[in-house]
C-alpha cells in the first residue's frame, strides 16, 4: 500500500530536548516536505527536498534542519525545541520535482513544554 | 513568498444546501491544488487546475480557476455530512514551493 509514515504521531516534550520526527514513503517519489499546521494559519512548509542530498528552505525554515540521504526517508529535526514549536507536523510527497500532486502522512502532534 | 487568501474561514451549511469557498492571490498562480482535511485527519488531495479559466467537475464538486488566474473556487452542490472537513488550495511555485490558502472548514447540519 502505497503510504507515508510518520513517527512519533504524538510527543510531549521539554524545551531544549533535541526531537527528530521520522518520515518515510514507499512510492519512490522524489519530492518530499515538512509542513507544520497551526489553528488559523493553514498549512506552512517547513523545508522540501527535490531529490537526495538537494533540500531548501520553505516558508518558516527557522529552528528545523532536515537531511534527505535516501530518497525514501526525510527526518525533520528540532535540534532546540521551544514552545512556538507546538503544532501537528505533517509530512508529504510526491512524484516528480514538484507542482504534483501530494501524500499526506497522518501527521505528528508536538507538543514543548 | 507567495500569498494565498481563503474565504470564507468558516461556514455551517444545512444538509441539502450548496457550498463554496474562494482563493484569492494579487499574483497569477501557476496553478491550483485544492486538498480535502477530514476532522483528525490528514489532507488528502481532490484536484488541480492549471490553464485559464479552466473547470473540473467531481461528482458534485465543481473546482473553476479564474480566467485571470489569480482566484480559485470549489463548489459543492447539495452537501452532505460527508463533506464535513476543512478545505484547502494550494499553490505549488517554482515546481518547488508550496504555498497553503488558510482552509475553510466546513460543518454540514444534518
Known amino acids: 500500500e502505497a503510504q507515508v509514515t510518520q513517527n512519533p504521531r504524538y510527543l510531549i516534550t521539554v524545551t531544549g530536548k533535541k526531537l527528530t520526527v521520522t518520515c518515510s514513503q514507499n512510492?519512490?517519489?522524489?519530492?518530499m516536505s515538512w509542513y507544520r499546521q497551526d489553528p488559523g494559519l493553514g498549512l506552512r512548509q517547513i523545508y522540501y527536498s527535490m531529490n537526495v542530498e538537494v533540500t531548501d528552505k520553505g516558508d518558516v525554515p527557522e529552528g528545523y534542519k532536515v537531511s534527505r540521504k535516501e530518497k525514501r526517508n526525510f527526518p525533520l529535526i528540532l535540534e532546540s525545541p521551544s514552545p512556538n514549536q507546538t503544532s501537528l507536523y505533517f509530512c508529504?510527497?510526491?512524484?516528480?520535482?514538484?507542482?504534483?500532486?501530494?501524500?499526506f502522512g497522518d501527521g505528528t502532534r508536538l507538543s514543548i513544554l | 513568498g507567495q500569498q494565498v487568501m481563503q474565504i470564507p474561514q468558516y461556514q455551517h451549511v444545512q444538509e441539502g444546501e450548496d457550498f463554496t469557498t474562494y482563493c484569492n492571490s494579487s499574483?497569477?498562480?501557476?496553478?491550483i491544488q485544492w486538498y480535502k482535511q477530514r476532522p483528525g485527519g490528514h489532507p488528502v488531495f481532490l484536484i488541480q487546475l492549471v490553464k485559464s479559466g479552466e473547470v473540473k467537475k467531481q461528482k458534485r464538486l465543481t473546482f473553476q480557476f479564474g480566467e485571470a488566474k489569480k482566484n480559485s473556487s470549489l463548489h459543492i452542490t447539495a452537501t452532505q455530512t460527508t463533506d464535513v472537513g476543512t478545505y484547502f488550495c494550494?499553490?505549488?511555485?517554482?515546481?518547488?514551493?508550496?504555498?497553503f490558502g488558510t482552509g475553510t472548514k466546513l460543518q454540514v447540519i444534518p
Open positions: 494550494a499553490e505549488t511555485w517554482g515546481y518547488q514551493k508550496v504555498t
Open positions: 512510492m519512490n517519489h522524489e519530492y
Open positions: 499574483t497569477t498562480l501557476s496553478n
Open positions: 508529504a510527497s510526491s512524484a516528480g520535482t514538484g507542482g504534483q500532486p501530494q501524500h
